[in-house]
């Protein structure tokens, strides 16, 4: 759909838009430090604080809560030199499904017992880069380093894929994990004291900001950076496990032709309307013109390789996935392990009623956020998945 101003501080480009998440987007917008307006994206649903799916620039302040709390979340993919006969050829795909199971610590808790060689590397860079933000990830989380290639649960996954000409894909969603996660939970809970504090009234306690040029403020930059790299990295050397499983699969290393790494949870200062802004994207990618960019369906159905489209108004940004339409809780009560394998008609998975909420009808129509997003990216390549590997 062509954007929608649904205020003077609030653009949308969603055609499917939940009320809820409307009047979520609409109390984010007026907060007087958002400039120029909010820009909800085409899979815009119900967040904690702020909605999934918004863009919200802002002059000198930050809402850490609308960041989100898995902070630097995103995904990677690489397109490999084989096709997909060639892989089907060699071997059962569950094999290659389990074998990458094997290489990666999947679900919530679940760590690596030893960091490999490539692990040590980028532990070690990451070590270097909190001391120069001037804090310990350790405080937060003892085992950060043994998060480091781990998947999690939930919405992330890894996916073999295979795009319109028949080339295989490795497709790979993840974040920064549990020491992300707490790093944005303290800061979450820095601001919300803060406001009260100051006796700020805010149209949801999850708006809670802080202001540039406190130290408060500068911490949470320092550390959401940090954290933004650990998921970079994160998603980098669990790629690199999946290269390493396919490789053993074909008997022959991997020819990467193309490998493409962004974030859909993180806050970058940008110039955007004659201003320097922070620009908060809460599951949104940045799309400028002609940057790569990867957007995921959900469990089931079709994925999307794009380039931004440099869209202004929408801040250079574009969705991040399908977006949810049910809730977890609602999900399950609503579809069966029998829908789920419905769904999963000739895609190799690992079958368990663990997925249920992860069903594709407990999402919003992936061809009609990309139809919703044809100003703000341009598609280059449509993969649909022949392996799932997700944690329970």
Known sequence: MTREHLSKRLINWASVLDDRAREQAIATSTLPFVYPHVALMPDAHLGKGATVGSVIPTLGAIIPAAVGVDIGCGMIAVRTGWIEEQVRAVGPLSNLREAIEARIPLSVGAYNTRLTGSAAARVAELEAKSQRAGFTPDAYAGNWRLQLGSLGSGNHFIEVSVDELGRVWLFLHSGSRGVGNKIAQHHIAVAAELCRRWWIDLPDPDLAYVVEGTDEFWAYIRELRWAQDFAAANREEMMDRVVAAIAEHMGAPVEEAERVNCHHNFTEQEQHFGKRVWVSRKGAIR???????????????????????GDSHSLCSSPHGAGRSL????????????????????????????????IPAAYKDIDQVMADAADLVEVRHVLRQIVNVKGD
Do not use: C, H, N
């Open 287 to 309: 799309a400028r013109a002609g940057e790569p960019g990867l957007i995921p369906g959900s469990m089931g159905t079709a994925s999307y390789v794009v380039t931004g489209k």
């Open 327 to 358: 809730s977890r809780s609602a999900a399950r009560r609503q579809f069966t392990v029998d829908q789920l394998r419905a769904a999963m008609a000739g895609i190799e998975y690992r079958d368990t009623d663990a997925f249920i909420d992860e």
